[in-house]
Every structure is written in structure tokens, then in C-alpha cells.
């Protein structure tokens, strides 16, 4: 399971494009966002990196 710190996520349109963008890169991927941390937990079989790409393509980009 994968942490990424959203710092750009503050709506619920955020955490659909978020699921959505995450749901494009890996069909099976689980979520779990936490909107007033600014959280989402990743479960995917895919690499952490591929999985920040799909987010920063989204326009989220995850902190370091």
C-alpha cells in the first residue's frame, strides 16, 4: 500500500479525478482518501512511480 500527500486536493471534484486518474492507470486499484488530511491510500499492483505520474498528469501532483 502506497501513502501520497495531495497537497492540491481540496473538493470532492478533486477526489473524483483523483480515483479516476488512479482507476485509469491500474482497473483494480484500491482507494481510500482522506480530503482534510489531504491523503490517499494506494493499493495496486503497479510501481509508486507509475502511480505519482497518474496523479501529477491529473493536475495533483503528490509532496515529496
Do not use: N
Request: with cysteine; glycine share 4%; charged share 25%.
Amino acid at each position: 500500500m502506497y501513502r501520497f500527500t495531495l497537497p492540491d486536493m481540496s473538493c470532492g471534484h478533486c477526489v473524483a479525478a483523483i480515483t479516476e486518474a488512479l482507476k485509469a492507470a491500474d482497473a483494480q486499484v484500491r482507494v481510500e482518501i482522506d480530503r482534510e488530511a489531504r491523503t490517499a491510500e494506494v493499493e495496486s499492483a503497479l510501481p509508486r512511480e507509475v502511480l505519482a505520474s497518474a496523479l501529477t498528469e491529473a493536475g495533483y501532483p503528490p509532496a515529496p
